[in-house]
């Protein structure tokens, strides 16, 4: 029988290469007339490109008049209240966000605590006492990498570095984007280091969503078409970034991502990264992709041994069908397979070990220590999360 469930997904989707082309139109049907945005941008790179300024002809000829404002590495809490904060940013209605996964966190906070007007420390899970009212300005994501899926989830991850550091989110319901707004064509110019993390973490954000003990039918079935088109294109695309068909693949596993991670959830392998990246400057992509393999194995061993769940067995070897043309083999030989296929990608892209972002045996303890299971199917022990962490640091 079909259990019950819900699904929160962004109010409007518009996806295909060419699409970015649309958004100055879109702005006041989207986000009922309003007119003074909040633009929301990373470094230079997209706001040096033609596309940006005609972008800004196109809110020129529409009377709407941008503030621009820019999020680069991770939003932290001392830039989002700096911006709230300061008086030159007055009268904003709406908050657009065109970038990569933070700059889109950096927007989706800022929608927010432009309304709640307070620190927004006070509303993180797990630093906060406070929960957020849900209220916010209507708020447009627009992707410029394939990655993190925040245009289609309801949370914004803030971090802090540092010995007392933090990666939490900013979550609620309604803090899903008004306009999720994907061009593929925008992240064709994605240098390789970045689409090769962006692409690990997406296809970490399918796996671990449809895996998870909180997911359902549908999200399974968005998940493993997200799995098909990630798998058939990420080696592609990290080949050769100019290749559409393989960008526009991404570029949708990537929204997939994040619409069953918002309702299906994560597993160990963001466990992880929430805690590596609250005291350590590690891409979190790089984080899933150097630890999606062990941790796959470690659960998938811990699976096989319990007994507890089948159903999870049964998605191990569904997931090694989608990477094996092999027909007739047996549901274990699949399950094998996908892992093997995982260790084989993380050799083949080269993804760095964490010791090469200063990560030691000294500090294993007390990423375990802050380590989460999720929804992961089978938790893993502290004995078990040790052993994943110290084999990916190096030699
Ligand atoms: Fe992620």
Redesign the pocket.
Known sequence: MIPSFGLHVPARILFGPGRFGELGELVPRVSGFCRKPLLVLGGSSFADSDRCQALLADFKRLSISPQIVHVTGEPSPTLIDGIVENPSITGRDLVIAIGG?SVLDGGKALAAMLVERAPVTRFLEGVGNQRPSGRKLPFIAVPTTA???SEATSNAVISSVGEKGFKRSLRHDRYMPDLALIDPVLTVSCPRPLTVACSM??F??LVESYLSSHGSPLTDALALDGIRAVYRSLEAVCRDGENLAARTDMAYGAML?GMV?ANAG?GA??GF?SAIGGFFAVP??VV?GTLMAAVNRSTLASLRRSGASTEALDKYAMLGKICSPAADKSASWYQDHFIAELERLTGELAIPTLDAFGIGVADVAKIVDQTGNKYNPAPLAPEELTEILVSRLGH
């Open positions: 996964g990655g993190t899926g973490d997406c970490t954000q991502s991670l994560l392998v963001h990264a979190h992509g899933c």
